[in-house]
C-alpha cells in the first residue's frame, strides 16, 4: 500500500500565491508520474499538471506560465507552486501517483490518490 499526504493548502487573495506539497510512502520500488489534480464544487474532477520521473511536464492549459510542478525522486515528493491565484482555482486539490509498488517477485501496480487539500481564492 502507498499513502500520499498532501499539505500546503489555505486561503489566499487574488493574485497570491500558494505551495501545495505530497509525501508519497509505503511499499513503494518505483514512482513514474506524479500529479496534481483539482475539483471544484459541481464539478468533475481534472488535471492540472503532471511530472514524469524524467521530468516531462505536462499543464492544464489554464494555469500555465502560473503553475510550476516540480518533484524529488529520492523523497517521493511533488511540488504545486502556484501563482497568480484566480477565484477559478478555488477548489480541492489532490495528489495522485502511478508506479510500481511491492517487494521483489510480489509487484503491484500503484494508482493512488491523497485526501486532498483545500485551496480558496477569494476576489
Known amino acids: 500500500q502507498v499513502q500520499l499526504v498532501e499539505s500546503g493548502g489555505g486561503l489566499v487573495q487574488a493574485g497570491g500565491s500558494l505551495r501545495l506539497s505530497c509525501a508519497a510512502s509505503?511499499?513503494?520500488?518505483?514512482?513514474?508520474?506524479m500529479g496534481w489534480y483539482r475539483q471544484a464544487p459541481g464539478k468533475q474532477r481534472e488535471l492540472v499538471a503532471v511530472?514524469?520521473?524524467?521530468?516531462?511536464?505536462n499543464y492544464k492549459d489554464s494555469v500555465k506560465g502560473r503553475f510550476t510542478i516540480s518533484r524529488d525522486n529520492a523523497k517521493n515528493t511533488v511540488y504545486l507552486k502556484m501563482n497568480s491565484l484566480k477565484p477559478e482555482d478555488t477548489a480541492v486539490y489532490y495528489c495522485?501517483?502511478?508506479?510500481?509498488?511491492?517487494?521483489?517477485?510480489?509487484?503491484?501496480?500503484?494508482?493512488?490518490w491523497g485526501k486532498g487539500t483545500l485551496v480558496t481564492v477569494s476576489s
Open positions: 495522485n501517483a502511478v508506479g510500481v509498488g511491492g517487494r521483489p517477485g510480489d509487484r503491484y501496480g500503484i494508482d493512488s
Open positions: 509505503g511499499s513503494i520500488f518505483r514512482i513514474n508520474a
Open positions: 511530472i514524469t520521473s524524467g521530468g516531462n511536464t
